[in-house]
Nanobody, 116 residues
Framework: QVQLVESGGGLVQAGGSLRLSCAAS????????MGWYRQAPGKQRELVAH???????NYADSVKGRFTISRDNTKNMVSLQMNSLKPEDTAVYYC??????????WGQGTQVTVSS
């Protein structure tokens, strides 16, 4: 069973930056896609960024140009660099492992709060 542990959340002012990291256990990390999702109070969980095992990325329109997802297969880690943060980015952020487009594991989540 894969375990995912997020870190790096916190409180930041609008316009600031945060970097989230997700450490994954398991030996097949490099063979799976990874995603960052977020869930704000009263809203559904949404995909923020996705990276394939080959390193191809895609982003939600709301974060394009501000967020960057990356992975380090030597360390079994995926990261999300978040710049120019806005109050509407406030949410709990989760990393997830995907196999054949299906979410098979989730982290516990890390809170990101952006003050105006």
């Amino acid at each position: 069973q894969v375990q995912l542990v997020e870190s790096g959340g916190g409180l930041v002012q609008a316009g600031g930056s945060l970097r989230l990291s997700c450490a994954a256990s398991g030996s097949d990390f490099s063979m799976t896609a990874m995603g960052w999702y977020r869930q704000a109070p009263g809203k559904q969980r949404e995909l923020v960024a996705h990276i394939t095992r080959g390193g191809n990325t895609n982003y939600a329109d709301s974060v394009k140009g501000r967020f960057t997802i990356s992975r380090d297969n030597t360390k079994n880690m995926v990261s999300l660099q978040m710049n120019s943060l806005k109050p509407e980015d406030t949410a709990v952020y989760y990393c997830s492992q995907l196999r054949f487009g299906v979410n098979v594991a989730w982290g516990q989540g890390t809170q990101v709060t952006v003050s105006s």
